[in-house]
């Protein structure tokens, strides 16, 4: 328990230094220190929380990086992190009250972590006009797809926000941080036929256990920016996840699906991650 202590204050401390040697704007580690503040009471949950606290900061890092390849001014980039740093926020009262982060079982998360933010006065540590930017980032990080009425400022943080997102999920499937357990199932015929076309992946669609490799290796049909492709390209995120499930599964028909696969997403993301005339 004292390692785990250790562990994560070390982490902490990491985290807040590396902060304001990579930006020198303070406002981003009083942001962080607000986070990691708010986070303290939960660190009690253990393992999975920390997780969370882990994963949350290095989609902040992520933010930064994908503003900075838009060359966001130092406002909107420290806006575009604070994004970032919230945009879990509601996973802590959530696994407090349903001891899951699944949200079909619970609640959604992203509403969640709006309310968390007025209701814990958090919102107002924040410039007043950025409020609603922050606030729509967080509630809509998780939806399938932003509504139509988002303005476009608001659409371009949350767009950030959602980038930075799944790049991290993508790299914990790849180095075992998530696990997607496919229970002897192949993908759906659907459910393939969607990913063939480059189409994301609805929860709703989802036939078998199989679909949910389907849902992460579609999230690079969702993402908005160049940098975010050249991310998942420069890691091989998408090779890199395959492998591990065609290592993990003994279903031939699934492994067949998983090797046609990979091909092809792979060069939908080198595409985009060279394709200039695309939202930088
Ligand atoms: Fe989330």
Excluded at 181 to 209: F, H, W, Y
Aim: hydrophobic residues 40%; contains cysteine.
């Amino acid at each position: 328990m004292d390692l785990e202590f250790n562990n994560c204050r070390c982490f902490y401390l990491t985290a807040i230094v590396l902060s304001i040697l990579r930006t020198g704007v303070a406002f981003m580690s009083d942001a962080l220190k607000e986070f990691l503040n708010y986070t303290e009471s939960y660190k009690q949950y253990g393992e999975k929380v920390l997780l969370k606290i882990r994963h949350t900061v290095r989609v902040r890092d992520l933010c930064i990086e994908i503003s900075d390849s838009l060359g966001l001014s130092g406002d909107d980039t420290a806006l575009a992190a604070a994004c970032g740093l919230l945009h879990d926020i509601g996973r802590f009262e959530q696994w407090k009250q349903y001891q899951t982060f699944n949200d079909q079982r619970s609640v959604d998360h992203g509403a969640l972590g709006a309310e968390v933010l007025c209701a814990d006065g958090l919102i107002g540590r924040f410039s007043e006009t950025d409020h609603g930017t922050i606030l729509n980032a967080v509630k809509y990080h998780n939806r399938f797809m932003l509504p139509d009425a988002l303005n476009a400022r608001d659409r371009l943080f949350a767009g950030i926000v959602r980038d930075a997102d799944k790049i991290d999920i993508l790299r914990l499937y790849v180095t075992g941080g998530l696990v997607c357990r496919t229970k002897g199932t192949a993908m759906s015929d659907p459910v393939l036929g969607a990913l063939s076309e480059c189409r994301a992946i609805q929860r709703e669609s989802l036939n078998t256990k199989a679909d949910e490799i389907a849902i992460r290796l579609g999230f690079v049909f969702g993402l908005n920016h160049r940098r975010s492709f050249e991310i998942v390209r420069e890691n091989d995120y998408i090779g890199r996840m395959i492998d591990v499930q065609l290592s993990e599964t003994a279903n031939e028909t699934l492994k067949a699906q998983l090797e046609a696969l990979k091909p092809r997403i792979r060069r939908y993301v080198d595409i985009r991650s060279l394709d200039r005339s695309a939202a930088d």
